[in-house]
């Protein structure tokens, strides 16, 4: 016998040992078969799980609760409810307490769980380490690997509620706005999207914007808690004693539901009271925000109106620079028609970017309306001497151009003036966002994608263009298949047409 035949025979009878031990791993004390089917969910009055993130959990009428008299978290209750009576296996993965560790489920890592109808123990298991497909769950010296269920339907940070209405979404009709300045309004349901109930308040040439309008009314509806307050710090510090917001939920079946939103605390998270709650709660600052406006807030702040796919010529001017791009028929045959910018050494121009930028102007929205003192004054606005433009024209000869005028500021946030086609406002947008849309020559240079960067336009995921207009989005659809059509007929990259 050679050498190495002799190492194999030894490692092949030190497996085998060691298999024969685990099989025999006290047979007479452990159970075959592991089930807790039989458990009926709507028995179970009383959770309790002990070990790193322990918690105690009865049910009192309708509501879970736990030991300190905070409301649970529903949906993580019923996940965990309707986990147990999946218990069940009959693969047993040991017996031998030496292994509990190794698989998470001995008293320092597992974590028991208790399920009881009052103080009858209906169950009771250790949860421990994930297993394929599932977890590894210990009852006595019995550990199963169990299927179908997993560490954290029984394992949270935190258990008490934090969704603030129990309410489903399609079921709300009309949500009454009073914010706490006197204004109040009312979004009502028009289908998949929310109206202004009465437009009468809306001013005169108002562009009202239903996906603002969504925005309010998800907010309220799904308005979750930061925190539920211990104790009431009381009115004086939340603000919740006198003039509030209210956001009030109506239901088809007349129910009403309101949220109140106070102060803010040191965080600046908002102080907040909701029917059906004792307690004080605090939201976010981004909720409190988006839940805080008027009707005035509700405006489409698009900038432009064109249709993509009838783009033929774009003009950006950027200071002293200028450059043109002009198309024939083929959507992929974008040009350099005139640049003050001379064309670095073996520049190729990707058409795909002179799309993506018409795209980007079309879809591109304002951060706010300009103040009244500036909005209609294009003097000082700078919108008479703009710092850029940006200029598309159609196939039917029509002009449409983005103006950028004078540097500003907003609560020490830099802005820029701007005015599209869509109407005669003066609006406000992003500085950087000008320096984007005016970008010059180098910005539309080709640049292999990176290896296994995902197919599309210029590297762009088709799934992130969801948000877009519906007329750009099917634009920037069609160049990416014709874009996908030229590489597998081994286009590759676009030529340089110079």
């Known amino acids: 016998m050679n050498k190495s035949t002799l190492i194999a025979v030894v490692v092949f009878v030190a497996l085998l040992v060691g298999a024969l031990a685990v099989l025999r791993e006290k047979p007479e ?9 039989t ?82 123990e209906l169950a009771e298991f250790v949860v421990g380490k994930s297993a394929r497909g599932g977890t590894h769950i210990r009852v006595g010296d019995d550990v199963f690997a ?30 009454e706005i009073a914010l706490a300045d006197g204004t109040t309004y009312a979004l009502v349901r028009k289908e998949q999207d929310w109206a202004i109930e009465d437009p009468s308040v809306l001013p005169a040439g108002f562009r009202f914007d239903p996906a603002q309008a969504k925005v309010v009314a998800n907010q309220a509806i799904f308005a979750s808690a ?22 009030t939920l109506v239901g088809k079946d007349g129910k009403r539901q309101t949220l109140r939103l106070g102060g803010e605390d040191e965080n600046k998270h908002v102080y907040a009271r909701a029917d059906g709650w004792n307690e004080v709660v605090t939201v976010s600052p981004s909720t409190g925000k988006a839940l805080r406006k008027g009707p005035s807030d509700l405006r489409d702040l698009t900038l432009m109106s064109f249709t993509p796919a009838d783009v033929v010529a774009l003009d950006i001017v950027s200071g002293k620079d200028s450059i043109r791009f002009e198309r024939d ?26 799309t993506q930028r018409i795209a980007t102007v079309r879809s591109t929205r304002a951060a706010s309306v ?43 946030v830099p802005f820029v003036f701007v005015r599209g086609n869509v109407d005669g406002e003066t609006y406000l947008i992003a500085d950087f966002t000008r320096d984007s849309l005016t970008g010059g020559l180098s910005t539309f240079e080709y640049q292999e994608p990176p290896p296994g960067a995902p197919g599309g336009l210029g590297g762009i995921d088709p799934a992130q263009l969801q948000n877009l207009p519906p007329e750009v989005r099917e ?19 676009p030529p340089n047409p110079h």
């Open 29 to 37: 004390r452990g159970m075959e078969r592991l089930s807790f089917a």
């Open 39 to 120: 458990i009926e969910v709507d028995d179970v009055t009383r959770i309790e799980t002990k070990g790193e993130k322990g918690v105690e959990l009865k049910k009192e009428g309708d509501l879970w609760k736990l030991a300190d008299g905070k409301r649970a978290d529903r949906a993580a209750i019923q996940r965990l409810l309707v986990a147990v009576p999946k218990i069940q296996s009959s693969t047993v993965v040991t017996r031998n307490p030496e292994r509990f560790a190794e698989l998470e489920v001995d008293d320092a890592k597992g974590t028991t769980v208790v399920a009881a109808a009052g103080d009858r």
């Open 146 to 175: 169990v299927r179908g269920v997993y560490p954290s339907e029984f394992v949270r940070d935190a258990w008490y509620e934090k969704k603030l209405f129990d309410v489903k979404p399609e079921d709300v009709e009309k949500i």
């Open 226 to 247: 930061g925190e539920v307050l211990d104790a009431d710090p009381g009115d004086e510090k939340t603000g919740l004693g006198g003039a509030t917001d209210a956001f």
């Open 329 to 354: 028929e083929d959507p992929s045959s974008w040009r350099i028609a005139k640049s003050s910018e001379k064309e670095p050494e073996g520049f190729r121009l990707d058409p795909n970017r002179v």
């Open 370 to 412: 300009a103040p009244a003192s500036n909005a209609a004054d294009a003097s000082a606005a700078g919108l008479e001497k703009a710092s850029g433009t940006v200029t598309v024209t159609t196939k039917d000869g029509a002009s449409s151009t983005m103006t950028f005028g004078a540097d500003t500021k907003q609560n020490e």
């Open 475 to 493: 634009s920037l659809m069609k160049q990416i298949m014709e874009q996908q059509r030229q590489q597998a007929l081994g286009g590759g990259a």
